[in-house]
């Protein structure tokens, strides 16, 4: 399998996700703007998806991916489909049943999640009904995990790529086409969320019934949990829903503190999330897609300097992308929050506190990327205690960097604290995997950081210069002069960028690799 190209692919539906995921932020902002009411939709939409990385694409996936890939490797096609089966069994009841308790416990998580919208009343039981409404899609999202497992592991990556794309157009039709219509308009978002989710599932089945592993569900959950498979699953998901867990417990503690500051900071920093997921998607979640079922199958085959390689691989991509990323985060904030969202409800206030936001979480990029490359080193060999303890460790240091930039920088601290925190944990991660040499540096490593370096250095006095040039805010009386100079500064800092690294001799053939079979 060429790797390359192969990231290639998936980052081209990734793309187009996070494209579709724009314009409904887009259209979001200018409906809805940040208000009381959006903080009430961002942290109903927060807890569902909380649970959903939690059990099912995080604790998840990370436990399921390398068995899945030992069975395929091992065991043959017959006990691969009855492992399959018996997982998705009871993985339908247990999100059956969380569901069900969530719905009629949605009043007290809001309170514990959000304890500052109880000052307002209108907008917690808003957040509460829309929580409710939206509460069933983290069992949808279980299914697409447990598809997007399997797909993966059997090469098919893109469909698992683009399955998001439905989730933003039924935002994207919700905005346009219902709100105006609705007594309360946000809650046509939550509804979006809904038929968002069935979506997902539908597109799923084609593709597995394809490969011959569209799960039999059974009514009889005992059934799944007999299974020696599941049950080496639910042991290695045990610690792992503890490592993913450390992160949401993080997030929930964050969504808290946003919620008792000013009016909107859930929303500003919502909106910030979402331009910084273009790198982190593009890059991180792409590249650990590729990477976990390609690292379970080396580890299968005892093949340790494949399994260093393909590390090696990710961690030099990583650096070459994610940190002008960072850079263009930090440097082209306004820029980019301005032409991106300052229209309709959306105001110059709100450009600049999720321009802060931004830059806050700019500098902790490169963290949030290399936590989805290095993870997967440890979980494909299905060592998940590891991540555990670092989480944990993790979790603790941001909360007291919280107690610090949250009085200094308000909402952006928030961001702050999860970049610097990521950063604390790719560190730890990659510490441990070079102690055990599980990983191995190829050579080159220190030519390639000061060539990186040189280039970031005149990327960085590229785009502080263009964008000097131009009033972004002023300029919303002029929308599509707007949108030309962003598209003008992002040509020249591309130009800034990528001309020195091609000067100094970096070329894309560099980083083409084959996967071994």
Known sequence: MNLHKTLAAISGMTMLSRITGLVREILFARAFGASAYTDAFNIAFRIPNLLRRLFAEGAFSQAFVPILAEY????????????????????????????????????????????GLQYNPDAFNASVVMTRIMFPYIGFM?????????????????????????????FII?????????????????????????????????ALMKIGMLPHLYWNPLLGLRDEGVKRVLKKMGPA??????????????????????????????????????????????????????????????DME????????????????????????????????????????????????????????????????????????????????????IAVGVLIATQLMNSVFVPLFAHAGLALSIGLGACLNALCLFIGLRRRQI????????????????????LAGASLWIAGHF???????????????????MLVCALAYFGPLFAMGFRLREFKRI???
Not at 151 to 156: D, H
Not at 471 to 489: K, S
């Open 72 to 115: 395929k490797n091992q065991r043959g096609e017959q006990q691969t489909k009855h492992l399959v089966d018996h997982v998705a069994t009871v993985l339908m009841w247990v999100m059956l049943v969380t569901c069900v308790a969530g719905i009629l416990a949605t009043p007290f998580v809001v309170y514990f999640i959000a304890t």
């Open 142 to 170: 279980a299914f697409v995990a447990l598809a997007g497992g399997i797909l993966n592991t059997w090469k098919e990556f893109k469909i698992p790529a683009v399955t998001s794309v439905l989730l933003n157009l039924a």
């Open 174 to 206: 919700a905005s346009l086409f219902v709100a105006p219509f609705m007594a309360q308009p946000i809650y046509a978002m939550a509804f979006a969320v809904l038929v968002g989710g069935i979506l997902q599932v539908a597109i799923q089945v084609p």
């Open 241 to 302: 829903i503890f490592a993913v867990s450390a992160a949401q417990i993080s997030l929930m503690i964050n969504t808290n503190i946003a919620s008792r500051l000013e009016h909107g900071s859930v929303s500003w920093l919502s909106y910030a999330d979402r331009l910084m997921e273009f790198p982190t998607a593009l890059l991180g979640v792409a590249l650990g897609t590729i990477l976990l079922p390609s690292l379970s199958n080396a580890h299968a085959a005892q």
């Open 306 to 389: 494949e399994y260093s390689s393909l590390l090696d691989w990710g961690l030099r991509l990583t650096f070459m992308l994610a940190m002008p990323s960072a850079v263009a985060l930090a440097t082209l904030s306004e820029p980019l929050t301005a032409t991106l969202f300052h229209y309709g409800r959306f105001d110059a206030l709100s450009v600049t506190m999720t321009g802060h936001a931004l830059v806050a979480y700019g500098v902790g990029l490169i963290g949030l990327v290399m936590v989805k490359i290095l993870a997967p080193g440890f979980y494909a060999k299905q060592d998940i205690r590891t991540p555990v303890i």
């Open 439 to 458: 990983y191995v540096p190829r050579p080159g490593w220190g030519l390639f950081l000061v060539r990186l370096t040189g280039a970031l250095l005149v």
């Open 471 to 489: 009033d972004w805010i002023a300029l919303r009386a002029h929308p599509l002069m707007r949108i030309g100079a962003l598209a003008l500064v």
């Open 515 to 517: 996967a071994r079979r």
